[in-house]
Structure formats: C-alpha cells, structure tokens
C-alpha cells in the first residue's frame, strides 16, 4: 500500500492557544519583495462596513419591530424571522459583512461580522465570543484544517444562550442550531482579533485557490490586526512553506512554539517542513515531541480508507472509513466514500443512508447540491 504524504496542518479561525502575549516579531517576518505589489484586497474597515441595503434594513425592517421591543431583540427578530434575509450557513467563503447580507449566507464568522455591522450601526454594544467547541478537522485538497466557532452577545455578556434576553443578560446570537451552541462555554475576544480571524481565513482559502500571493497579504494583515494572534503567524509559516522558503517558515514555527510549545498543527507543519528541508533528524526530533502528545494524523484512516478502496478492498475500506468518522463525525467525505462502499458491497440501502450524512454534515451550499444530485440518482437507479 502505497504511503499518503501528510498534508501540511493549516489551522484556520480558532485556536486553543488563541490568548497569548504578543510574540516579539522580528523584521524578517515579512517578504513583501517576494510576493509584488499589495494588491486591492479589502481593508479593516470595509470587513465591518454598512450597504445602502442593510441600512434601508434597519429602518424598515429593525427600528419598527424596536416600537413594540427592545431594540437588540428586535435586530434578532429581524435577522432570524424576516423573510427579505433568510440566512443559510454556507462555510465556502468568509464573506464580509455586506457580502453575508447581499449572499444570505456565510460561514459563523461572516454571519457575526454581518451582525455586528448592523449592530454598531444602531448604536448597539457588541461582544464576540469565541466558543469552545470541539475542534473540528476538515480536509481540502493538500490541506488539514483545523476550524473553530465564534458567536455575538449584544449588551452585557452573562451566559452563552443562543438568544436568552432580559435586563442582566446579553442578547447572544449564534449561527449554530441551539443544542450545539447552549452547552459551551465561551470568553470574550476584542474586535481586532475577529479582524485577525477574517484575514487569516481569507489566507488559508488563498491558499487552497493556490494564489499564494493574496494569501501571503491576507496573512499579513492579519498579523498587523493581531500579533498575537497564532494561527495567522501559523498560516504565514505555511505560505512560506509553499514558496519553498523552508528556513523563514521553520524559524516563524518556532517563533510560535516558543509561546505555545505543545500547539500541535504548527509542530506538524514544522516536522514537515524540516523533512522537506532535507533536516531529517531535526524532523525526528519533532516526531518524538508529537509522539510524546498523542499526536495522530487527523485523517489518517480516511487516506488509508481511499488506498483501500482503490485497491478494492472493500470490506477493509469500509472498516478505515468507519473508524475515522468515530474520529471526525462530520466530515463529509468519510460519509461519501463510505457509501460508494457499500455500493461496492451491494447494500444500496446503507449507501442512501450515508449520502444522506453527507448532505447533512456539509458546509458548502455547493456540496449540499453535489449531494442531492447524487442521491436523486442512486434513488433513480433503485426504481
């Protein structure tokens, strides 16, 4: 069986070690020379800009609700129950906040940027939280990425309710369905860091697009939002990494492991890099402080899942494709595959059941499409 090269760890939105001191970030940190001119990306203050369109919003939509309300509840109503902005959760892009309201869609971040627009516009006190949740690992393409959650309280924070409200409270607003989001705890991060959070995402999907050079500016914005901020010093690591410019990334991993020695998506990129690097024994090294962790790859069973099944080791494969989403229980691709299994093991019944999961735990409007078409299909096929 042929051995899948790992792919690099990119952490993308949160992080465990997300509150740290700000490193000590030396002048060598950033290559502008490498990458040309700054192109136009979009500012700070265009992430959390207002439209025409979400102001005629608020005055038709917010403020005559506020008559028989308060006026971050009527926000809240407006958002959730009217029909002009029916929202659907779509991870593909972080849009910014007018993007989110034009699309109706987004990704948690973008929907809390979008909420936050309106909010302030309003003259309302806005809190992001960052949620901790469960990490959760994806794949794309030749990266792993690593995402976390964040939400909004309007008001004075208390509890992490989806939408609790009364004179102590916060009004908090989270794009996760209720049973999710009630029973984790949360903390509070300044807007800068949210800033931090929608340019380093911006990077890391720069990055799966290969344009290496508006992922390397998205990073560095970035950082000059945030220094403290890890998973952006990470990404820029992982840029570096692309470009072949193994000696900055290594040192810029272990700028980030000098303040978070066990943070293990950069201690993987690190080992990596130093293998790519032609230092296999200071790759060894690395090793045995990830082994020392309980370090595994995240989608270790998925890869030899797909090996098998190419293979045509069906039940085999079946077996990997189960025990990683034991690991990973929403990862849509471990559902996909696993149905093509099973069609391969002649139970067309536990393939529906699987497409179904897949639609179901996908992030994308996209993928959720893809899904329905397959299912219609294979419904087709069974009448």
């Not at 945030?226 to 810029?252: C, E, K, M, W």
């Not at 943070?263 to 032609?278: F, I, K, V």
């Not at 595994?296 to 990683?324: D, I, M, V, W």
Request: hydrophobic letters at 40%; aromatic letters at 10%; charged letters at 15%.
């Amino acid at each position: 069986m042929r051995r899948i090269l790992l792919p690099l760890v990119l952490l993308i939105l949160l992080s465990a070690c997300s509150s740290v001191r700000p490193p000590v970030l030396g002048s060598e940190l950033f290559q502008d020379q490498w990458y040309g001119p700054r192109p136009a990306l979009i500012s700070a203050e265009q992430v959390l800009a207002t439209s025409p369109a979400m102001e005629q919003f608020l005055e038709q939509e917010v403020l005559p609700r506020s008559k028989k309300t308060e006026l971050r509840l009527a926000l809240f109503q407006a958002i959730s129950q009217n029909n002009r902005i029916s929202l659907e959760y779509d991870a593909s892009l972080t849009r910014n906040a007018t993007q989110a309201f034009e699309a109706k869609t987004g990704n948690c971040l973008s929907l809390v940027l979008m909420t936050s627009a309106l909010a302030k516009k309003l003259g309302l006190q806005v809190d992001y939280r960052h949620v901790l949740l469960d990490t959760l690992w994806q794949q794309a393409d030749q990266l792993v990425l690593a995402t976390g959650h964040v939400n909004i309280a309007l008001g004075r924070y208390r509890q992490a309710y989806m939408y609790r409200s009364d004179d102590n409270d916060a009004l908090v607003i989270d794009f996760l369905p209720p049973p999710e989001a009630i029973k984790y705890p949360s903390f509070s991060i300044s807007e800068a860091r949210i800033l931090a959070m929608y340019f380093n995402n911006r990077a890391a999907e720069s990055i799966q697009q290969a344009r290496l050079n508006d992922a390397y500016w998205y990073a560095k914005s970035a950082i000059e939002q945030d220094p403290g901020f890890l998973p952006a010093l990470n990404t820029l690591g992982v840029i570096y990494q692309r470009g072949q410019h193994y000696q900055l990334a290594s040192q810029i991993y272990r700028q980030v492991l000098a303040l978070a020695p066990d943070y293990l998506p950069t201690l993987s990129n690190l080992q990596d890099n130093l293998n790519r690097s032609g230092d296999s024994a200071g790759a060894r090294q690395i090793q045995a402080q990830l082994t020392q962790l309980h370090y595994q790859e995240p989608f270790r069973h998925f890869q030899t899942g797909k090996a098998l099944y190419q293979q045509a080791s069906f039940t085999a494969a079946r077996n990997a494709f189960q025990e990683q989403l034991s690991i990973t229980p929403q990862h849509t691709e471990s559902y996909h595959w696993l149905a093509m299994t099973y069609l391969q093991l002649g139970d067309t019944a536990k393939a529906n059941q699987q497409l179904v999961l897949a639609r179901e735990s996908a992030t994308t409007v996209q993928t959720r499409q893809r899904f329905d078409l397959k299912l219609q299909a294979l419904r087709a096929a069974l009448h």
